[in-house]
């Protein structure tokens, strides 16, 4: 399928989503909250998120941010939605909360930055959510023109930064998602796609899971590497022999040593090249106890049938292949 954007094909409201202009009272109030929150409830929300990149004619881009969040994060204010609960669903659209610091050490809103000095705050379409494991899951879009192709030959980096992670060991670390842009060798970048929580089970050994990664235009990755220094943000990462990717191994997948990372949900940024663009996947490795791996569901039956009485054909299924399910 065709992915590519154009903003001419888009109808008034869905073009509307791209963040130029905020609602400026509702995000100030939002704000408000979620700073008085921090002192008074657990401030940690984000779970996951991958920046990528197409470009539109000249140096103007559009930015696509998928993110996954802690849906009852602080009060019914934040991430306020259709739900029963009156909290977001599938087909809201919500402004992304968080807080980020400024270089100047002014305290404000989580924003995509640009890489040139400028700054969108974000609002979200929700594609999916789930009550019972509190999270929703959706995607912004954000169109921006740069003074020239690349940084006067370096890339641009383009960063989701703010406050704070669900997973990590730490009370309120940071995030950062960090691409590369350069126009002047790529149109487009990679999007990510994997899943936002990746499960293994706990065994003796290295295991090893795919990040999946291709351009709208069915463009392939050059190359895999852990993220290090700013673009991990805060949050204690597994450390490099517990996961990692290795030269003798197959292309883009991820080994992970679960005899030495315990059982647990451990962040994990993986920054993925194509030429000279980069897509960041910062993302939630969980590690299942090995008394829970008899429980992974399997089919089974030659032909495949989802009742050995009825003979009823099996479902069709929709989703990611080659991910064990918990």
């Not at 409201?13 to 704000?31: A, E, K, P, W, Y």
């Not at 998120?49 to 000249?58: K, V």
């Not at 929703?136 to 940084?151: A, C, M, R």
């Not at 994990?268 to 008394?291: E, K, M, W």
Request: with cysteine; glycine share 10%; aromatic share 10%.
């Amino acid at each position: 399928m065709d992915e590519s954007i154009s903003l001419h094909q888009l109808p008034s409201q869905r073009r509307n989503q791209f963040s130029r202009r905020g609602q400026h009272t509702r995000r100030i109030l939002v704000f408000a909250s979620l700073l008085a929150s921090l002192s008074s409830c657990r401030a940690s929300h984000f779970r996951f998120a991958t920046l990528s990149y197409q470009q539109l004619g000249g140096n103007t881009v559009v930015f696509r941010v998928e993110s996954r969040w802690r849906r009852s994060f602080s009060s019914k204010s934040v991430f306020a939605g259709s739900g029963a609960d009156g909290r977001a669903i599938t087909g809201d659209v919500v402004d992304v909360p968080g807080v980020q610091v400024s270089d100047q050490g002014i305290a404000g809103p989580v924003v995509l930055r640009s890489g040139d000095g400028a700054e969108y705050p974000l609002t979200m379409t929700v594609t999916a959510h789930s009550v019972a494991e509190d999270y929703i899951f959706g995607f912004s879009l954000v169109e921006h023109t740069y003074p020239s192709p690349n940084n006067g030959g370096n890339d641009w980096i383009a960063s989701l930064k703010g406050c704070c992670r669900e997973y990590g060991g730490l009370q309120e670390a940071g995030f950062e998602a960090q691409a590369r842009v350069n126009l002047a060798f790529d149109s487009e970048s990679l999007r990510a796609r994997a899943l936002p929580l990746l499960s293994l089970h706990e065994a003796t050994g290295v295991q090893q899971l795919l990040i999946a990664a291709s351009s709208p235009s069915g463009g392939l990755a050059s190359g895999w590497r852990i993220g290090e220094g700013t673009e991990v943000g805060g949050g204690v990462m597994p450390a490099a022999s517990q996961v990692f990717f290795d030269p003798a191994g197959p292309p883009g997948y991820l080994s992970v040593d679960t005899d030495a990372l315990p059982p647990g949900i451990h962040p994990v940024v993986v920054q993925i090249a194509f030429f000279r663009s980069v897509t960041p996947f910062d993302f939630a490795l969980q590690v299942v106890p090995a008394a829970l791996a008899a429980l992974v569901p399997f089919f089974d039956g030659n032909p495949l049938k989802t009742s050995n009485v009825t003979g009823e054909p099996p479902p069709v299924l929709t989703g990611y292949v080659g991910y064990e399910i918990f």
